[in-house]
């Protein structure tokens, strides 16, 4: 046994962490493997629930719209699997976009995101081997149905407050992502709590640790939002007004 | 990147039906996540490395290089999960003093650490050995005569078709960015990568239309209808795969 004490011992455990901090982080799908069954069936029982319900919304509007709504749907679907497989610039390094499920969901609401969001998730499990089938339910819930609906509803809220379009949007993106990163730390801290200080000590731990890549991350997320955001409405009001019908279907 | 879809569709075992894969990996991985053992983890590990790297010809490079995909993962949740903050040292493998508390390292976690890391990279390689042995459409095929809602089937065929255009298209335009040193600084990738994903969205929206389109003038009425593969169960593969899984649970339990 040995121990190590004051000021060295900090700079020591610090450089340590910098070093093993990957110069290109993930964003924070839970990996293949490491919820424990039970918690993977947990999730996917809270998940599907939400997709059956998102499911029947598309049909829905499919009836409505035609089968022309499918194609743009998909291509939604496609573009959020894009998004996160380009490298967003960040203080600490380049990190793979954590969703792109705000922006979609400030656009389309959040039922189709659910059902896009699944898909995205099975893709990436099976394409880029970024997180896992077994995990699916859990990422599923973080991402597409607590980011998507945290995103779409700071959104409208601020909106009826009569908030500006661009701290509206950035604050959408930024909070859909934020929570998205606690109810990860949550998911794991209820699968591991620790022994002595119980859950709230393990979330604490988890939300420590992460914190290093997603807070920055989270705030990336909402400059550049709004700057997609801006580019879009100014340039192509017609399209972003013939795509409100995906929009319009949920309500 | 997406170089897992190719070795999908060219690896040796592409032509094994995808059910048996399916039952395969999931199987396994399903038993390795209730077994929980460092033993089984690690026979896993190397049955999978073995299938993957004999059985479907992939390279050992690539299967490694994929394997360190989830570590950076790993590494940050399984330090949260170690480390006890407490003000007992007794218990502590190893400790850093902050004046009275003590942030150190449990044995006992530490084993629970290691479990952990050798099982998340056990399932994970029964992920690998799907993915890289079966191409994305024969899996939506086998969610097809599973009977998943009709339009989740469709909407994920069309998605795998149009996320490779976009891929494609997202590249050029970031190529292009580069090579006017869109990226220099951060404040610079923000603005390119702003213009970049804007440009993507406008171009998806009218991919879609002129997919419509396209789609209507050949009579699309919602449905789309494709020639799959057609590939013969053996009954050889089953009863070796049910094997191998009747044996890791007889290992398990003892």
Not at chain 2, 58 to 80: G, R, T
Not at chain 2, 181 to 191: A, D, E, I, P, Q
Request: hydrophobic letters at 55%.
């Amino acid at each position: 046994m040995f121990k190590l004490k004051g000021k060295k011992s900090f700079v020591l455990l610090s450089t340590l962490f910098m070093t093993l901090l990957p110069k290109q982080a993930e964003a924070m799908h839970i990996a293949e493997g490491f919820l424990p069954i039970k918690w993977a069936g947990i999730w996917w029982a809270v998940a599907l629930p939400f997709l059956a319900l998102g499911i029947r919304q598309i049909k829905e509007l499919v009836k409505e719209q035609g089968a022309g709504v499918k194609v743009l749907l998909a291509v939604t679907g496609a573009f959020v699997f894009v998004l996160s497989s380009l490298k967003l610039p960040s203080l600490t390094g380049s990190c793979s976009h954590p969703t792109g499920i705000g922006l979609g969901a400030i656009l389309f609401g959040p039922w189709p995101m659910v059902v896009l969001g699944s898909i995205v998730l099975l893709f990436q499990a099976i394409l880029l081997a970024h997180g896992g089938l077994t995990t699916l339910g859990a990422n599923l819930f973080s991402m597409a149905i607590v980011g998507a609906f945290v995103a779409y509803g700071v959104y409208r809220l601020l909106k009826s407050m009569g908030a500006p379009q661009w701290l509206s949007v950035s604050l959408a993106a930024t909070l859909g992502d934020l929570m998205t990163y606690v109810t990860t730390a949550t998911q794991l801290a209820w699968a591991f709590p620790s022994g002595e200080g119980g859950i709230l000590l393990s979330l604490t731990k988890f939300l420590s640790v992460f914190a290093v890549t997603q807070l920055p991350l989270a705030i990336t997320e909402g400059l550049l939002t709004v700057l997609v955001f801006n580019l879009v409405h100014q340039y192509n009001e017609n399209e972003l007004r013939e795509l409100a019908v995906i929009s319009k279907g949920r309500e | 990147m997406l170089n897992i879809d190719q070795y999908a569709y060219s690896n040796q075992l592409s032509k094994i039906h995808p059910m048996e894969k399916i039952l395969f990996a999931i199987g396994i991985m399903i038993v390795c996540l209730v077994a929980n053992s460092v033993y089984i983890s690690l026979v896993v590990i190397l049955l999978m490395a073995g299938v993957i790297t004999l059985g479907a010809r992939i390279s050992v490079k690539l299967f490694i290089k994929l394997l360190a995909i989830p570590v950076s993962f790993l590494l940050f949740s399984i330090l949260a999960i170690i480390i006890s903050i407490t003000t007992d040292e007794s218990t502590l493998l190893w400790y850093v003093a902050f004046g009275k508390v003590k942030v150190g390292i449990q044995s006992r976690n530490l084993l629970v650490g290691i479990n952990l890391f050798l099982r998340s990279l056990a399932t994970v390689s029964c992920l690998y050995f799907l993915a890289l042995t079966t191409p994305a459409v024969e899996i939506i095929n086998i969610f097809k005569k599973l009977k998943l809602p009709q339009i989740f089937i469709e909407l994920m065929m069309l998605m795998y078709r149009l996320l490779f255009i976009l891929l494609e298209t997202a590249n050029q335009i970031r190529l292009s960015q580069l090579s006017r040193l869109g990226y220099t600084s951060f404040r610079n990738s923000l603005f390119s990568l702003s213009k970049l994903i804007a440009r993507l969205f406008i171009k998806a929206y009218y991919r879609a239309r002129e997919l419509v389109i396209a789609l209507e003038a050949r009579g699309y009425d919602g449905e789309i209808r494709v020639l799959v593969r057609e590939h013969q169960l053996s009954k050889r593969n089953l009863i070796a795969i049910l094997l191998i899984e009747f044996l890791l649970i007889i290992v398990t339990i003892y």
